[in-house]
């Protein structure tokens, strides 16, 4: 059974940075693409960064470029995703994600693709 446990969320004042682990097990993610997506309260879920397990190729949404970095450990069967120069308009809830395929650019912005969900992390930025 696939299982996604993030963590590493909190409170953190803007500009601050944070650091967010996803642990996954259950099986090899060798052809999986592992994403992170967020949810403001009363906003659809969408999507922030993706990276591909075995190329290790990397996506972002637009907003985040520059500010966030995906990365994974295989060894440890980690995803991380480091977060710099946080704004309050990056408060929400984290979730990381895995899609049993490889994508690429737009293709990981669907959340549909990403058949594994972990929990989320609370991520607020005060002001």
């Known amino acids: 059974q696939v299982q996604l446990v993030e963590s590493g969320g909190g409170l953190v004042q803007a500009g601050g940075s944070l650091r967010l682990s996803c642990a996954a097990s259950g099986r090899t993610f060798s052809s999986y693409t592992m994403g992170w997506f967020r949810q403001a309260p009363g906003k659809e879920r969408e999507f922030v960064a993706a990276?591909?397990?075995?190329?290790?190729?990397?996506y972002y949404k637009d907003s985040v470029k520059g500010r966030f970095t995906i990365s994974r450990d295989i060894a440890k069967n980690t995803v991380y995703l480091q977060m710099n120069s946080l704004k309050p308009e990056d408060t929400a809830v984290y979730y990381c994600a895995a899609a049993p395929l490889y994508c690429s650019g737009y293709g990981c912005y669907d959340r549909y693709l990403y058949r594994y969900w972990g929990q989320g992390t609370q991520v607020t930025v005060s002001s």
């Open positions: 990276i591909n397990w075995n190329s290790g190729s990397t």
